[in-house]
């Protein structure tokens, strides 16, 4: 009865180098949910996908950033051109479908830090 | 804008201590709010959430109050123990199926 898996939990990059993070939902999830959170902030949505499919992507930086949720295998983030202002937590959270105006769990993993030096 | 506020940013309490959280939020429209607990290094668990109808809903020792005429929501916690030194997250859901509104939690150390 696994719970979301995220690796790695820790990671460092210089700058200019790219970091991938790779989220594995909760078994019979299909939806995830990639968030940040900087030191002493909230959590910052930032996509939402679906298998082979972004549902949202209006809180992804333009540019540098893009996610991914394949029909096998984990969903990804990946970050290119580090640089340091990209040093934060990253969440990944897995739902079944939503339904609009129900009540629905986000079941988080437990991060992965990046750290760019 | 859709904000959610917390207060104390951070609080220090004696174990077997009562405290309670605040939460306000300028979100609308309104569907829910929860309440998450986070510990260091891991991943927000969700401890409550309350539609517009409720205005209080228990899980063990948290209890949360919600107003949703005047847009606040606490969370009291009872006979506090050393684990749940955490932070706790007050979330706003607007009316969409899966947008949240993150506040930025207030810290909570029990100190023995």
């Known amino acids: 009865n696994a719970g979301v898996m995220q690796n790695p939990r820790h990671l460092v990059r210089r700058r200019g180098q790219e970091a991938r993070l790779r989220c594995s939902p909760m078994?019979?999830?299909?939806?995830v949910y990639w968030y940040r959170q900087l030191p002493e902030e909230g959590l910052k949505f930032m996509v939402y996908?679906?298998?082979?499919?972004?549902?949202?992507e209006s809180g992804m930086p333009k540019e540098r950033f893009s996610a991914e949720f394949p029909k096998e295998g984990p969903s990804i983030l990946r970050i290119q051109q580090v640089v340091r202002g990209d040093s934060a937590a990253y969440f990944c959270?897995?739902?079944?479908?939503?339904?609009?105006?129900?009540?629905?769990?986000?079941?988080f993993g437990p991060g992965t830090r990046l750290t760019v030096t | 804008k859709n904000q959610v506020e917390q207060s104390p940013q951070s609080l220090i309490i004696l174990e077997g201590k009562n405290c309670t959280l605040q939460c306000n939020y300028t979100v609308s429209p309104f569907s829910n709010l929860r309440w998450y607990k986070q510990d260091t290094g891991r991943g927000p668990v969700s401890l409550t959430i309350?539609?517009?109808s409720e205005n209080t809903k228990s899980n063990g020792r948290y209890t949360a109050t919600l107003d949703a005429d005047t847009k606040q929501s606490s969370l009291h916690i009872t006979a506090s123990q050393l684990s749940d030194s955490a932070s706790y997250i007050c979330v706003v859901s607007p009316d969409s199926n899966y947008q949240l509104i993150w506040g930025a939690g207030t810290k909570l150390i029990i100190k023995p």
């Open positions: 996908l679906q298998k082979e499919n972004i549902i949202d």
């Open positions: 309350m539609t517009f």
């Open positions: 959270a897995s739902s079944h479908p939503p339904r609009s105006g129900g009540l629905y769990e986000q079941y």
């Open positions: 078994k019979g999830h299909s939806h």
